[in-house]
Every structure is written in structure tokens, then in C-alpha cells.
């Protein structure tokens, strides 16, 4: 007998976890995975051995049990270098499709597993697609985990289905997303090329098929999308976020290990923002991914001297293109004036000190999702995937950032955002009357984005309805 609302049960519900394997995937699965532990539900995490002590690592001080069962990363040999088996550490973002491509050998060894331990559900990443049949072959039901919002879902299968880019005549000509609330406008420059729409053919297809979508987003924050992407647009769909709050009560040397070490020591970069004035400090990281090439560091270098802000800018190093003499430079320009973190940064510390006054974001959701659980107003600086969209949703539905004026889909080299833009945004998020009503903006949402995953709260009921749905079925 399974007792519903996630509550003790007898048999509790058990349920794989399949995150895709790069940081801003794993990140708010594992907290996914504690969030349905906290319920009563049996959580098993599926990933390879060398993202396994990552993730062990994140759940080990958890009140929950989450269990890790790893499957071996498909020995490939087209161009992959040999233990890449994460996709942050990817020399070359043109590796990434024959990284997706290479995860497919997934399947079997994952149709192993379903054999033996015949989890009652599966929510697995969007990025493998072919889990839908994995899971069909034993009658399991499958959810899709996206990681983004409802209104770039929606954006996307708008775009799929209209495919508005056709009636403009040049890539710089708006269009607006047919059939999408908002009158939001784009430019064919800010979208992903076509084997991107043939990839989402086949993710489309896969969730139509299954069982329905679980979303890292609420509902006072994205209502209107939300009920688009379910009665319009017609998926069965879960809203159970902001994920990241799942450790909300973690203590400080948890937060700073989410997703990875820190490359600072938590409590001197804590200190340091104890020495700044309330809303003055800006935030500057992009991601798990994006390398920087040198001519860009340098633009925001000199953006960020321009406005005068004290900063903590997190970059990272390696890659193809070698920007460390570039940083060297910059290192010695900025001294005194705030932080470089070579590396990874305890994100969520950072952004939940009252000293920090704006992120400057690539539009990642996990990372737009926490400045809006932070009440962080924030710098659009979109660069890929669906960053653009999300960069609408924040600068134009919430109002609660400016957009620093990126302007193409793609590799960081052909869109050259200038300095005296990044200055020009950091002080319209931080200074004068526009800049308090954001912030403003930015605190309500915060207040909404904690409540909603307290009991009877938006989110919190979410989960505790699609826990009692699967326990329906089994
Ligand atoms: N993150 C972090 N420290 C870093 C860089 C990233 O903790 O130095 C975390 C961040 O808090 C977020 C995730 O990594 O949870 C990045 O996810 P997002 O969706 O923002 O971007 P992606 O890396 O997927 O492009």
C-alpha cells in the first residue's frame, strides 16, 4: 500500500533520474531528485563513473537518500577526447553534437538497468530523446525534464510550428513568435541553425510521446506560459520549481559545493562582500560553458572599469582559444577592484549577499531561475540554446533586467558586444529610478519564488499532485 502526497509509504514509488551530463543539467536533476526524496519517494540517479563523486558529493549531507547508479560512458572514437565524459569539459563547443551523438550508445546498458530494477517512472533529460522507447519497451511511464522555462517551450514550439523566419527578408528583421503571448519579437540572427530545428523535430516528437514534463519554473512567475504551454500548445505538463530551493537550508560549505568545488574559499569571498554597501557589487558568470576569447575579457573588462562597480566576475581558462595573457592583463588593470574567480564560483552564495546589486548572465535558466530566487536584478547577455528567449522573458514579460544588446545565436567570436554597452547596462540595472523599479520587481518575485515551494504553495502542490498521479498508476 503506497500512501499519496509523497508522504511514508510501504512502497514508495521509485524513480530513475537521467539527467544529461553537463553541469547545468545535472545541477537541478539532483535537486530534483532531492525534492521527491524529501516525499517519500525512492530517488535513483543515473550518470557515469566520472560524474558519479559529483554528484555523491551533493547529495552526501542530504536528509534524503538518493541513491547513484552509473552506466559507462559509450567508448567512442570520433573526436571525443578520451574521460570526456561531461560536456562542460568539452575542448570545443563543435564537439557538442558528437558528444549528444555518443550519448545515444546510452540506451542499451539504460534498457539494462529498466530490466532490473523496473523503476515506476523515468524522468529523463530532454537531450535523449530515445528514452521514450527505452521506456515503452517495460510499460514505464517517462517524464521529459526540459531545464528551462514554460515561455521558451512555448517559444520553441511556436517557432517549430510557424516558422515565422521565413517571411522575413533578412536575418536583421524582427518577426513576432506567432501565437505566443506577449507580441515578443526576434530576429532570425538570434535563432539556432536548422540542424537545431531537426534535432527539435525528434525532441518533439519523443514528448509527445511521453508521459508529460516536468518544469524547474512557478507559476506566479511564468502563469501566463504556463497555462499556454498545457490548454494551447496541449502538454501534460508539472511545475515544481525554483529547484534550486530544495537546499535552501544548506549550510554554507554545502552551497558552495553545488555542482562543483568552488575555485575560492566560500568564507573569503563571503568576507569580501561583508566590505561592500548593499545592492552596489555586480556579478559577472556565464554558465558551465562558454570560454571567453580574449578580445571579449577584454571588452567587459573595460566595461566594468568604466562603470566604476566593484565586481566578482567568474571566467574560466583552457579551451582552444588560450586567453590567459589577455587575462593576465586584465588581472593587473583591475586589481583592487573586485574578484576574479578562475573557475567555478558557489553561485548561489554569491548571488544570496545583499551586496550584490546585479548578475550579468549568459541567460541559462538555472542561473536566471536562482537571481529570481536571489531577487537579483540582471544583464541579459544571451549566447545559445534558448538564452535568447529567456532573455525576452526577463527584459520584456518580467521587467526585471536590461539586455546588454547581444545580438547573434552562436559562437561568442561573431557577436562583439562593446564596452561602453556593458557600461551603459550596468548602470541602467544599478542606478536611478528604472533601476529601483526593477529591483522592486525583482523582490516580489523572490517573495513568490520562496512560497511557492512551501507547503500549499504553487510548486509544493505541483509535486505532491504528480507524486499521487504516479502512484495511481503503479
Ligand atoms: N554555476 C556555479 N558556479 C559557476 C558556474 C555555474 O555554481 O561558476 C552553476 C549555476 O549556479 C547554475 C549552473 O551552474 O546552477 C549553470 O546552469 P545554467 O542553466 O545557468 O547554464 P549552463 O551552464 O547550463 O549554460
Redesign the pocket.
Known sequence: MRKMGGDECHHPLHIFFFPFL????I??TVDMAKSFAAKGVKATIITTPLNAPLISKAIQKSKTTIHIQTIEFPNVEDGLPKGCENMDSLPSPFLVPTFIKATRLFQEPFEQLLLQQHPNCVIADVLFPWATDSTAKFAIPRLVFH?TSFFSLCANECIRLYNPCKNVSSDTETFIIPNLPGQIKLTRMQMPGTDFFKFLEEVTESEVRSYGVVVNSFYELEGVYADHYRNVIGRKAWHIGPL?LCSRNDNIKQKAT???EASIDQYECLKWLDTKKQNSVVYI?F???PRFPGFLLREIAMGLEASGKPFIW?VREGGEEDASDELLNIEERLQGKGLI?K??????LILEHEAIGAFV??C?????L?AVVAGVPIVTWPIV?EQFYNEKLVTEVLQIGVPVGAKKWGPLEEDRVKWDEVEKALRKIMEGEEAEEIRNKAKVLSKQAMHAVEEGGSSCSDLNALIDELGLLN
Do not use: D, F, L, Y
Not at 553537463?22 to 543539467?25: C, F, I, Q
Open positions: 553537463a553541469s547545468g543539467h545541477i537541478p531545464g534550486s553545488r555542482g562543483k558568470c554558465g558551465s560553458m567568474v574567480i573557475g567555478w564560483a558557489p553561485q548561489v548572465t549568459h541559462g535558466w538555472n542561473s536566471t536562482e540554446a
